[in-house]
């Protein structure tokens, strides 16, 4: 029988793949090691493969989908209500196969290299600030614990350790401190260079791709927000609208539902927490840039801010920034705040009418009859109703 729909458990050297037929019955398990994957698939005719989204994914979504099958990722929580029995890579091989045939399953988009260079960049200039967070705090605590206090941000750092470590009038800085703090500072500058360096090459990037240009347009997403989306989601196909998307980023808001009564919750804070942050730093920016301007989006943010405080807003923006840049993305059109911020019109009431209008809704008062008393309304018995209308109409004259 042929193989219709295959799911393939990989890992780094030992794949595991369960393969059924078009009436679902297995026709092939097997393990293979990692050099003989590609030849054994390419003896197969074309099907289906479904696979996890894990480390490796993309490169074999590109490999075979060369070989002409149809590839699939699957996230792994959706995967995991299908394994049967306990887990080992039969078993999820077999629950992949499954997973994918349910018609409600949704699947992750893969990446393209384009793709994978800018997440890798972001990548590694998270270990880069991580790194240079670790390290400043170290140097202030052991600073704090000889009496030496430094103020608070990067830019005083770097101010104030040189001077201590050249002259130190009180000699507070012993030989030891001195040595480790100074081994600590260099490596503190060369990781701050490191940093400059990703950043500049985040912005080139940034500006040789289309897409990443028409979301900068939008307030609130910088070089940092614009690639980290396009390489999260690309295109944005495999979101059905921009609410989707914005739930994806776990920036709509939890529920509760008991019978009729719903209880509105916090924000979710599920999926992807990198892009999250990202937005709701650059929503923190905006709004408070939105405090000198009186454009339609400003005197949203600002009503927002009075009403609710300047979080809310902020998140409340990364919201509505996730939903536009899905649009942009997926659309593949400029950004416009007309569209995105639109107007409702407020009817005015009108202090007094004129002489023309006031005689005019007299008039029209005037035409139609006034009420009614309730003889109008008489229901005439049943014997005056014998015979017809007309026989009832002769009666009363």
């Not at 075979?64 to 209500?81: D, E, F, M, N, Q």
């Amino acid at each position: 029988m042929q193989v219709t729909r295959i799911g393939m458990d990989i890992a780094k050297q030992i794949f595991d793949l369960h393969g059924v037929d078009r009436r679902g019955k297995v026709v092939l398990r097997r393990t293979v090691r990692r050099e003989r994957l590609l030849e054994l698939l390419a003896q197969l005719k074309p099907c289906t493969i479904g696979m996890e989204a894990c480390g490796g994914a993309h490169y074999w979504h590109r490999e075979i989908s060369g070989l002409g099958h149809t590839v699939r990722l699957l996230s792994a929580h959706k995967v995991k209500p299908y394994v049967d029995g306990n887990k080992n890579n039969r078993h999820d091989a077999a629950a992949i196969c499954e997973a994918m045939s349910r018609p409600s399953m949704r699947f992750v988009q893969p990446k393209s290299q384009a793709q994978q260079d800018l997440q890798t960049l972001h990548r590694a200039r998270t270990l880069v600030v991580r790194d240079l967070t670790a390290l400043s705090n170290q140097m202030r605590g052991l600073l704090h614990e000889y009496g030496i206090v430094v103020r608070k941000g990067v830019a005083a750092l770097r101010r104030t350790l040189p001077q201590l470590l050249e002259d130190d009038q009180r000699g507070r800085i012993t030989a030891v401190l001195k040595q480790v703090v100074a081994e600590q500072f260099e490596r503190f500058n060369y990781l701050a260079q490191r940093l400059d360096q990703y950043d500049r090459q985040i912005t080139q990037l940034c500006q040789q791709d289309p897409r990443c240009r028409r979301l900068l347009k939008n307030a609130g997403i910088g070089p940092l927000s614009a690639t980290a989306l396009v390489a999260a989601i690309g295109n944005g196909h495999e979101f059905k609208n921009g609410r989707h998307f914005s739930a994806y980023l776990g920036l709509v808001p939890g529920h509760s539902n008991t019978g009729d009564h719903t209880v509105m919750l916090p924000i979710t804070k599920r999926g992807n927490r990198y892009l999250r942050t990202l937005l709701i730093h650059g929503g923190r920016s905006a709004v408070y840039a939105a405090r000198r301007r009186t454009d339609p989006r400003s005197r949203w943010l600002n009503r927002l801010r009075e009403a609710s405080g300047y979080n809310l807003a902020a998140v409340a923006l990364a919201n509505k920034n996730a939903r536009v840049a899905w649009a942009v993305l997926r659309y593949g059109e400029d950004y416009r705040p007309s569209r995105a911020h639109r107007q409702t019109p407020v009817p005015r009431r009108r202090a007094h009418r004129s002489a023309s209008e006031t005689m005019l809704a007299l008039t029209v008062q005037s035409a139609h009859p006034g009420p009614r008393s309730r003889a109008h309304f008489f229901v005439p018995p049943p014997t005056l109703t014998q015979g017809g209308t007309k026989k009832m109409l002769n009666q009363r004259t």
